[in-house]
């Protein structure tokens, strides 16, 4: 698949098949928020790869916004230190991996924005790093309209050379 066409059909993924992804596809996905471009290559963020199912069970009930983490194959806990840019660079990482994760059939969504700190004792987070959000993966358990998305038209969000002129 190439970039524009994963960024066209990536959509929120919240309900899972009872599969395992691939070993192979789960490096990719981390490996893919490792290879991802970082301020002043800083690289603020940790990830906690998480497979066991009984652990995943108990992130699914501490993240009040992300149950279905319960059901998922995997997790990805972006974990980041308190950097100026630890935000910017963590978000970057994660759209990396669910694009990634796209590629491979493998859908995802994005749980959380801080406000995690309950998992820090499941995980054995210390203390001065914060977690940023949790991204569950799996296989979709049902087949989703790929690309079907309800944007605005692009002319009232896009500007050419100036705000008041639209992007057409």
């Given at each position: 698949?190439?970039?524009?066409?994963?960024?066209?059909?990536?959509?929120?993924?919240?309900?899972?098949?009872?599969?395992?992804?691939?070993?192979?596809?789960?490096?990719?996905?981390?490996?893919?928020?490792?290879?991802?471009?970082?301020?002043?290559?800083?690289?603020?963020?940790?990830?906690?790869?998480?497979?066991?199912?009984?652990t995943l069970r108990k992130m699914g009930a501490l993240a009040r916004t992300g149950p279905y983490i319960a059901d998922a194959a995997l997790a990805v806990v972006v974990v980041t230190e308190r950097t100026q840019f630890a935000v910017s660079d963590a978000s970057r990482a994660i759209q990396s991996?669910?694009?990634?994760?796209?590629?491979?059939?493998?859908?995802?969504?994005?749980?959380?924005?801080?406000?995690?700190?309950?998992?820090?004792?499941?995980?054995?987070?210390?203390?001065?790093?914060?977690?940023?959000?949790?991204?569950?993966?799996?296989?979709?358990?049902?087949?989703?309209?790929?690309?079907?998305?309800?944007?605005?038209?692009?002319?009232?969000?896009?500007?050419?050379?100036?705000?008041?002129?639209?992007?057409?």
């Amino acid at each position: 698949m190439d970039v524009f066409e994963a960024v066209r059909t990536l959509l929120a993924v919240r309900q899972y098949k009872d599969e395992p992804v691939a070993e192979d596809v789960v490096r990719q996905i981390v490996e893919a928020a490792h290879l991802t471009a970082s301020s002043m290559n800083k690289q603020p963020w940790h990830f906690v790869v998480v497979q066991n199912r009984d652990t995943l069970r108990k992130m699914g009930a501490l993240a009040r916004t992300g149950p279905y983490i319960a059901d998922a194959a995997l997790a990805v806990v972006v974990v980041t230190e308190r950097t100026q840019f630890a935000v910017s660079d963590a978000s970057r990482a994660i759209q990396s991996m669910m694009l990634t994760a796209w590629d491979h059939g493998i859908g995802s969504n994005w749980v959380g924005f801080m406000g995690l700190d309950a998992v820090k004792p499941l995980l054995n987070i210390p203390d001065e790093l914060d977690v940023f959000a949790i991204v569950p993966f799996g296989k979709p358990a049902a087949d989703i309209g790929q690309g079907k998305k309800n944007r605005k038209p692009l002319g009232e969000i896009a500007h050419r050379e100036t705000f008041s002129t639209p992007f057409e």
